[in-house]
Structures are given as C-alpha cells and as structure tokens.
C-alpha cells in the first residue's frame, strides 16, 4: 500500500488549502480513508475520513464546516479541501488508510505533508 500526500504549505490565517493523497497497491473492498494531523508537542488526531462502501463521511468537530473530504475514484486520489484555516490548524497532516482483515483493523500511513498557518 502506498499512500503519497500533496499539497501543504504555507498560508495566512483565512486562507485555503487542498491536500492530495494518491493511493496504490491495494484491492481492499471495504476501507476507511481519510486525514490525521499532528501539532508539535500534542497527540496525533483524526481530521476527516471516508467510508469507500458507503461514501459516509467523519469530520473532527474542530474542522466541520471549514474543511471538506471527497475523492476521486478514477484517480485513486482522496483530497482534503481546507477554508478558512487557523493557525490551530498548523501541523504535519498524514493521509491514513484504515481496512478490516481477519479480526483486527489494519492502518497505513502516507509519509506527512505540512501545513502550516500564519495568523
């Protein structure tokens, strides 16, 4: 499984982002996909994801409204579009593939892309 991120940087408070996460090598039915970030010095948290079934959506609280997750299937690619960012926002954003096998739960992770917001 690859999972290759794109599209941080830097950009002032109110601005707009879009994150790509393009993914190969996997022929999971049934997966989640989506977003975690890490500020330093804090926790790893789930931003948004995806249910590939279903196409159901999970957004973090701090984020609903602002940032929205789609993908596109003939590209293999899942995007992250960012509004109106905070520099709360700032931090390393890591694209993460979720899937059930067996009896436990498999995660995959992209290697980070920054983003970082000026205020």
């Known amino acids: 499984v690859q999972l290759v991120e794109s599209g941080g940087g830097l950009v002032q408070a109110g601005g707009s982002l879009r994150l790509s996460c393009a993914t190969s090598?996997?022929?999971?039915?049934?997966?989640?996909i989506g977003w975690f970030r890490q500020a330093p010095g804090k926790e790893r948290e789930g931003v948004s994801s995806?249910?590939?079934?279903?196409?159901?959506?999970y957004y973090a609280d701090s984020v609903k409204g602002r940032f929205t997750i789609s993908s596109d299937n003939a590209k293999n690619t899942v995007y992250l579009q960012m509004h109106s960012l905070k520099p709360e926002d700032t931090a390393v954003y890591y694209c993460n593939l979720k899937t059930w096998y067996g009896s436990r739960w498999y995660d995959y992770w992209g290697q980070g892309t920054q983003v970082t917001v000026s205020s």
């Open positions: 090598g996997f022929t999971f039915d049934r997966y989640l």
């Open positions: 995806i249910n590939n079934d279903d196409g159901s959506t």
